[in-house]
């Protein structure tokens, strides 16, 4: 990416897809309000970590792809009782890929692949599965999109909706933003 095509951070901001149109137009007067959740309108749909592209590698685990992104970080979820579940990455559809811990007991890691040996603890998970997962999501599944939104933001203020807006890495506490990544891409903030 080269400097011309760098957001400044100030044209950028991420809110709360559960705020209303109203509340919306009044925190952010003139912006554009881009919904990016599995809930959005095409094409920015196409950034919801949901979003079953279809070829997305799955870190550790060379000639193994998932269809999306949440599918990756779910298929190497271990829970108490139970282990990786491959099943996730062939999910195609936007709904039912989540794996509760209520059901397996609670998060104990990330498997580092579907078959390796080691457990990560959930910032080491979200640095080496989740972010190069879905960079890569960003960079060859719906680089067309990244650019819209990056000619929206260049052209003034924009909004990124979704329901978290944690874009810390380290505050695990919340869950991450992929809202939040997006902004962090366009202006080469990169975590």
Known sequence: MTDAETVPPQNLQVASARLGAATLARRFPGATVVDVTSRGEQPWVRLS??????????????????????????????????????????????????????????????????????????????????????????????????????????AGPLVLLDYTVNGDVTDLATPLSHAALITRHLTARWP
Request: glycine content about 10%; cysteine-free; charged content about 20%.
């Open 49 to 154: 970590p949901f979003y079953p592209h279809g070829g997305i590698p799955v870190p550790f685990t060379p000639g193994v792809t998932s269809m999306s992104t949440e599918g990756v970080w779910q298929a190497l979820k271990v829970l108490d009782h139970a282990d990786v579940d491959p099943a996730k990455l062939s999910v195609a559809a936007m709904r039912g890929i989540k794996r509760a811990p209520h059901r397996g007991g609670t998060v104990r890691g990330h498997r580092r692949g579907l078959h390796g040996t080691e457990l990560l603890g959930y910032e080491q998970a979200r640095r080496e599965i989740y972010l190069p997962t879905y960079l890569f999501q960003l960079e060859q599944r719906a680089a067309d999109v990244v650019a819209e939104l990056r000619a929206l933001a260049l």
